[in-house]
């Protein structure tokens, strides 16, 4: 099985920052594109950042400039690095992946459990 568990969430005034990790562990041969998704009370998830295997990034419009994604290979882990954090930043962030379990095999989309961003004063 796969597992992904995502940290880093909280609490931030606006303007502050947070940095999110998801990392992916149990029966992995590969990890493709990583992916932070976000769904906020009311609205629907969508996509905020993704990562390639060879660490090309695209962001959405809402957060460039002001949010990086990373990873680690060696770690399977991968991060979202988010400054100047705006209300509207509030959400439940999401990581997704596509992984490999084996050498010859299909590839799976995992998600994680969510953590919780929020942006007050």
């Known amino acids: 099985q796969v597992q992904l568990v995502e940290s880093g969430g909280g609490l931030v005034q606006p303007g502050g920052s947070l940095t999110l990790s998801c990392a992916a562990s149990?029966?992995?041969?590969?990890?493709?594109?990583m992916r932070w998704h976000r769904q906020a009370p009311g609205k629907q998830r969508e996509l905020v950042a993704v990562?390639?295997?060879?660490?090309?990034?695209n962001y959405a419009d809402s957060v460039k400039g002001r949010f990086t994604i990373s990873r680690d290979n060696a770690k399977n882990t991968m991060y979202l690095q988010m400054n100047s954090l705006k209300p509207e930043d509030t959400a439940v962030y999401y990581c997704?992946?596509?992984?490999?379990?084996?050498?010859?095999?299909?590839?799976?989309?995992?998600w994680g459990q969510g953590t919780q961003v929020t942006v007050s004063s």
């Open positions: 990562i390639t295997s060879g660490g090309s990034a």
């Open positions: 149990g029966s992995i041969f590969s990890i493709s594109a």
């Open positions: 997704n992946t596509l992984i490999r379990r084996e050498q010859v095999g299909p590839t799976y989309s995992y």
